[in-house]
């Protein structure tokens, strides 16, 4: 049976959700947890989150723990003669354990709170702390990061598209610009989330039933009305377009300005869809059919809509030819994958020879994330050269084995 050989605890607190454990500065860690020689990287739940840390080494692999809500493990390579490992946020602690018996050695990581608040939620409101534990131990015989696992993470994102043709719809969107000229126009994020959650065809009615949920999200007692399509799409004037911290009678007047910002860019939206004033959310969903973003086609109980994943670019309907119409993609994409991406590179650097194999599928189901969101990681690390790769012959003739690893320059 494995013993504990050393521990410390720590409390403290960071900024830009960052968490290390580390002889030396680390990396980004993914949507998780990542590691390289003498550091591990954690992604807290919280930008200023405060955290409850326990660092533990062991002389053997520990026994499981219950009670964790998010749980991975990673490689480590302790610094042959470093300092011990530190507890850090955006700034150390002083606070290290012993790295001696880790040259060659595995971390098992665990989280609890990560979900509990929103990321930008302030820890001086009276957030409890995020919990974490880091079990290292060492393991002569295993670096590679495929094994273990897989990844536990207890809440994924419900703002994520939730199937593949989703992601094909968003990433369409995006990738044509539409989510750049739209992401700040009222309704938008609203409808763009019932579309995540919706599959295939679905007629106008239930399109705008399905953004309820987020509309109830923003907690605008204004956005209330027994049909959807009648929803304001700029609450009345008086009442508060998002809550905000202090009396209610401060939140007025800082709000008018964005009152107006915002009827600027529903004006500008009905000018591109060549329609009348857009006034409520059902206004709105009429223009994004108008745009050609959603598509409408004659169905059996009458007029159906399909999310459109390769929309007209909105900088050309938009008759703007200033717009840089070549960057959507490369923004969008970094933007949805780059966490990703970067465990991707993590799997590659402790791949034996530094050259992952693996199905798509392995990969996924390895880091706990979908096969499109892989796919998406690996086109963006092609496009940036941080990765090459090629297929190969798998083991099952039904699945496409993919060679990984980091070019040389």
């Not at 533990?56 to 809500?69: F, K, L, M, N, S």
């Not at 709170?113 to 930008?120: D, E, V």
């Not at 957030?127 to 131990?137: A, G, S, T, V």
């Not at 590679?144 to 993470?153: E, F, K, L, N, Q």
């Amino acid at each position: 049976m494995a013993r504990m050989i050393d521990s410390v605890r720590t409390t403290l607190s960071t900024d830009f959700a960052i968490l290390y454990v580390s002889q030396d500065a680390g990396d980004f860690p993914g949507n998780f947890a990542t590691s390289g020689r003498g550091w591990v990287s954690a992604y807290c739940g919280t930008k200023y989150a405060t955290l409850d840390v326990t660092v533990e080494r062991w002389d053997g692999r520990p026994a499981p723990v219950a009670g964790w809500e998010d749980v991975d493990e990673v490689p480590f390579e302790a610094i042959p003669d470093g300092p011990g490992l530190e507890v850090a946020g955006f700034e150390g602690t002083g606070v290290r354990l012993g790295a001696v018996g880790l040259e060659r050695a595995r971390v098992l990581i665990h989280a609890r709170g990560r979900h509990r608040y929103g990321y930008s939620d302030f820890a001086d409101e009276g957030l409890e702390p995020e919990e974490w534990l880091f079990q290292f131990f060492p393991d002569p015989d295993d670096l590679d990061a495929m094994a273990g696992g897989p990844r536990s993470i207890a809440k994924r994102e419900v703002h994520e598209p939730q199937t593949m043709a989703a992601w094909e719809v968003a990433l369409g969107w995006a990738r044509a610009g539409w989510h750049h000229y739209l992401y700040q126009t009222p309704g938008f994020r609203e409808l763009q989330l019932a579309v995540h959650h919706q599959e295939g065809p679905t007629s106008r009615d239930h399109l705008l039933e399905q953004a309820l949920p987020w509309i109830a999200e923003r907690r605008i007692e204004a956005w209330s009305s027994s049909d959807p399509a009648d929803i304001p799409l700029i609450p009345h004037e008086g009442t508060p377009l998002v809550r905000q911290a202090g009396p209610p009678e401060s939140w007025y007047e800082s709000q008018e300005q964005e009152r107006v910002r915002q009827r600027g860019r529903l004006d500008r939206v009905a000018e591109m869809a060549r329609t009348k004033r857009l006034e409520v959310l059902g206004d709105f969903l009429d223009a994004l059919t108008r745009l050609g973003v959603l598509l409408a086609e004659d169905g059996d109980g009458g007029t159906v809509l399909t999310p459109n994943a390769r929309p007209t670019a909105a900088a050309l309907v938009a008759n703007n030819p200033d717009d840089r119409r070549g960057g959507y993609r490369e923004e969008n994409d970094y933007s949805n994958f780059r966490s990703i991406a970067e465990n991707l590179e993590h799997l590659v650097r402790w791949a034996p020879g530094r050259r992952l194999r693996a199905t798509a599928e392995q990969i996924a189901a390895r880091l706990g994330v979908t096969v499109y969101e892989v796919q998406g990681g690996l086109e963006l690390q092609q496009h940036l050269r941080k990765l090459q790769v090629q297929k190969v012959d798998a083991d099952n003739p039904e699945q496409e084995a993919l060679e990984v690893w980091i070019p040389d320059s």
